[in-house]
């Protein structure tokens, strides 16, 4: 039995994706031998109800000096990361000297608005290749793992944080315990800890099963946020949805009986119930779904490629690794997938191999279909690249489900 890595409760699996490999690992063809795999399951535990995987890939594997991810790459997340900086400035740092601590600042989307702003600031970011990006910008950056004694370490050194944030980063640390023990060493009384990541309801309706990958420990809800922070001494006081990255919630922890809850929390809590988001039926028809996107999906290429059309991949991204994976999809379905990101290119997708190429390559020769494994960029990416539909190319998404539009 797997325990809940919050509560110790039983862990029940109600979605194996098979053998998976590392979701941002780009090995060069002579390292295809080298690769690191793990099972991807998903389970939810009975007690607390939070969503988790059922084995965990140690944290050094997926972050360090050649982490390729670079927040910065899509317009709309800089617009979104800036918008919340000079929210954070006109809302919660408002006292003499305020101190705002980032955990996973990756190149230093948000907190380059910080620095430009003349705010004290502090990113924890241990993949020291984007920390180095985020220096460049003026960031001040610690090379490290945010955890209960790094965060002292900071109090320590710097005093309290007013505010802590993180985006997209949560839901990639196993060791909660840890980090809100961190949190709650660093915070001031009144400070306050937001954090952002996809929405376990989202991904429910949307059968997004592509946001489940080893960086992706935990598929967040309203509920089983609220009782992790009741079992370390905080209170989730508020919750906001973005539709950022396919559906996400932000949510404000403060320490317990510091501020008074939103009715955002009871109603959003509500709508949870409503869906059914705790009950394992639901999570079932979660599951089941996800089995016939896999065959809509395969039975689509496969027509393609019989039909003599041509198929490529947009966007190289994590999600993409769990999508391949599962369905089986290599490079005799979808020739090349190209990626604005320089260390992905002239490397090759995980574990399926798919060469990945330049956006420039794309454009110099279009495929007759793109299967946009960017879905969640969707909007900015369609607009990026107009010409490829005006050329007669159509794009292929499978996300809420299987379609060519
Ligand atoms: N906040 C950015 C980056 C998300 S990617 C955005 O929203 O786009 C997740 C980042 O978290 C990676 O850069 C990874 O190196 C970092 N990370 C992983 N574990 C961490 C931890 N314990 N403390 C701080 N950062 C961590
Ligand atoms: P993203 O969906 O943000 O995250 P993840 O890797 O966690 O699933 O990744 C987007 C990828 O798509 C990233 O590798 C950069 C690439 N990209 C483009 O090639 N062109 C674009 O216009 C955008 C926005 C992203
Ligand atoms: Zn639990």
């Not at 980032?102 to 020291?128: K, Q, W, Y």
């Not at 060469?355 to 900015?380: C, G, I, M, Q, R």
Request: proline fraction near 5%; hydrophobic fraction near 40%.
């Amino acid at each position: 039995m797997t325990e809940c890595r919050i509560c110790g409760g039983a862990v029940e699996e109600f979605l194996d994706l098979g053998r998976q490999p590392l979701s941002d690992a780009f090995p060069r063809p002579a390292d295809v031998d080298a690769e690191f795999f793990y099972r991807l399951a998903v389970g939810h535990c009975v007690e607390c109800t939070m969503v988790q995987l059922m084995e965990e890939v140690p944290r050094e594997r997926m972050f360090h000096e050649d982490y390729p991810y670079h927040s910065s790459g899509s317009s709309v997340m800089r617009e979104h990361f800036t918008r919340t900086a000079l929210n954070f400035i006109e809302t919660e740092l408002t006292t003499t000297d305020p101190f705002f601590v980032e955990i996973g600042c990756n190149d230093g989307v948000l907190l380059r608005t910080m620095a430009e702003s003349g705010i004290r600031h502090l990113g924890f970011e241990p993949s020291a290749g984007v920390a180095n990006v985020a220096r460049e910008r003026g960031v001040r950056v610690r090379t490290d793992f945010f955890e209960e004694s790094t965060a002292a370490a900071v109090r320590e050194a710097e005093g309290p944080a007013n505010a802590i944030f993180s985006a997209n980063t949560i839901c990639h640390i196993p060791y909660l315990d840890s980090l809100l023990r961190g949190v709650d060493a660093l915070l001031t009384p009144d400070g306050v800890f937001v954090f952002e990541d996809p929405y376990l309801g989202d991904i429910v309706k949307k059968t997004s099963f592509d946001q489940i990958y080893d960086e992706h420990f935990y598929l967040f809800s309203v509920r089983s946020v609220q009782a992790m922070a009741e079992r370390f001494g905080f209170e989730l006081v508020d919750v906001e949805r973005h539709p950022v990255h396919g559906g996400e919630v932000r949510y404000t922890l403060a320490r317990a009986g510091a501020r008074q809850p939103t009715p955002a929390v009871a109603r959003l809590l509500a709508e949870e119930e409503a869906q059914g988001l705790a009950r394992p039926e639901v999570l079932q028809g979660f599951a089941s779904s996800v089995t016939r996107i896999r065959e809509d999906l395969v039975a689509l290429l496969r027509s393609l490629r019989a039909d003599g059309k041509t198929v490529a991949g947009y966007g190289a991204t994590a999600k993409s690794a769990t999508v391949t994976n599962f369905c089986g999809i290599g490079p005799d379905l979808v020739s090349y997938v190209c990626d604005t990101t320089p260390a992905k290119q002239d490397r090759l997708s995980p574990g399926v191999h798919i060469p990945v190429k330049s956006t420039e390559a794309f454009t110099a020769s279009y495929p007759d279909y793109a299967l946009l494994f960017a879905w969640n960029h969707a909007e900015e990416i369609m607009a990026k690249e107009e010409r490829f539909r005006e050329s007669g190319g159509q794009w292929i998404l499978y996300v809420p489900e299987v379609r060519v539009v």
